[in-house]
């Protein structure tokens, strides 16, 4: 069974802090890619950053760069975002995705995590 789950969200003033948590489970977790995605509000899902399945490769949306960073722990089966700086705008439900190709592109998804960003 498939199973993405993420932690580490809570309340944090603006220019905190945060370490968000993805824990894997259930499929071949160093052969996917992973991403963090976001979703505030009236808005729509939006990509923050993605991993290679290697972990060698990182990229950003324009918005978090500079202050996310997203990581890989193979021995631990997870995905983490260190978040810092935080503004207002980040504030948003964070979810945990696991992308494969296989016969066709397979998605995982986590049921995710809120983030609030205000003082």
């Known amino acids: 069974q498939v199973q993405l789950v993420e932690s580490g969200g809570g309340l944090v003033q603006p220019g905190g802090s945060l370490r968000l948590s993805c824990a894997a489970s259930?499929?071949?977790?160093?052969?996917?890619?992973m991403s963090w995605y976001r979703q505030a509000p009236g808005k729509e899902r939006e990509l923050v950053a993605t991993?290679?399945?290697?972990?060698?490769?990182?990229n950003y949306a324009d918005s978090v760069k500079g202050r996310f960073t997203i990581s890989k722990n193979h021995t631990k089966n997870a995905v983490y975002l260190q978040m810092n700086s935080l503004k207002p705008e980040d504030a948003a439900v964070y979810y945990c995705?696991?992308?494969?190709?296989?016969?066709?592109?397979?998605?995982?998804w986590g049921q995710g995590t809120q983030v609030t960003v205000s003082s």
């Open positions: 259930g499929f071949t977790f160093s052969t996917y890619a």
């Open positions: 995705n696991a992308r494969a190709w296989t016969t066709g592109w397979v998605n995982y």
């Open positions: 991993i290679s399945s290697t972990g060698g490769i990182t």
